[in-house]
T-cell receptor, first 114, second 113 residues
């Protein structure tokens, strides 16, 4: 079955360390996204990419970085510059068509930084 | 500014009762609209979507939503709730050509046996 795989499910890091979250999709979708979810705040867009080797900042990109070297992969690095990195991170993908722009989500990575 | 609002943070219903979750949007033009459901610790699953055409949209798990332009609303409904429907529900909007999705803050549904 096609889908989006995020790994690991749980991640623990010490403050000051960079950490990379993995996201892989086999849906052949052009667009990929990273969202951050905090209780009571809905989903906030960190970065998105509509094509390989190109990506755009979302609403809360500070302290994060991404790469899109392959269509299937969109890893997110949480750097030590991110002030409050503990959160639930969701990766998503979508087609670039007018008729099916729905987001498809992975099962998320819960990051805890102490 | 574009926005999606879910006025109810928590809703509790009895099993077998009907359900309506509210969603209001503010966009310059008619957006694409979506409802997602999230179980604890999981990703979001698409319930249904509205792009154009028929304003009553059928989704999975027996859910439906009605787009009302005059009220800027896209409320989610289910005639008879099951205990397994307990989850958090998110409404989202997107503008054609941008694929920048705006999510509401979610409504947590509790189902009483």
């Amino acid at each position: 079955d096609g889908g989006i795989t995020q790994s690991p499910k749980y991640l623990f890091r010490k403050e000051g360390q960079n950490v990379t979250l993995s996201c892989e999709q086999n849906l052949n979708h052009d667009a990929m996204y990273w969202y951050r979810q905090d209780p009571g705040q809905g989903l906030r867009l960190i970065y998105y990419s509509q094509i390989v080797n190109d990506f755009q900042k979302g609403d809360i990109a500070e302290g994060y970085s991404v790469s899109r070297e392959k269509k299937e992969s969109f890893p997110l690095t949480v750097t030590s510059a991110q002030k409050n990195p503990t959160a639930f991170y969701l990766c998503a993908s979508s087609r670039e068509t007018r008729e099916d722009g729905a987001l498809h989500f992975g099962n998320g990575t819960r990051l805890t930084v102490t | 500014a574009q926005s999606v609002t879910q006025p109810d943070i928590h809703i509790t219903v009895s099993e077998g009762a009907s359900l309506e979750l509210r969603c209001n949007y503010s966009y310059g033009a008619t957006p694409y609209l979506f409802w997602y459901v999230q179980s604890p610790g999981q990703g979001l699953q698409l319930l249904l979507k509205y792009f154009s055409g028929d304003t009553l949209v059928q989704g999975i798990k027996g859910f439906e939503a009605e787009f009302k332009r005059s009220q800027s609303s896209f409320n989610l409904r289910k005639p008879s709730v099951h205990w397994s429907d307990a989850a958090e529900y998110f409404c989202a909007g997107a503008t054609s050509g941008t694929y920048k999705y705006i999510f509401g803050t979610g409504t947590r549904l509790k189902v009483l046996a």
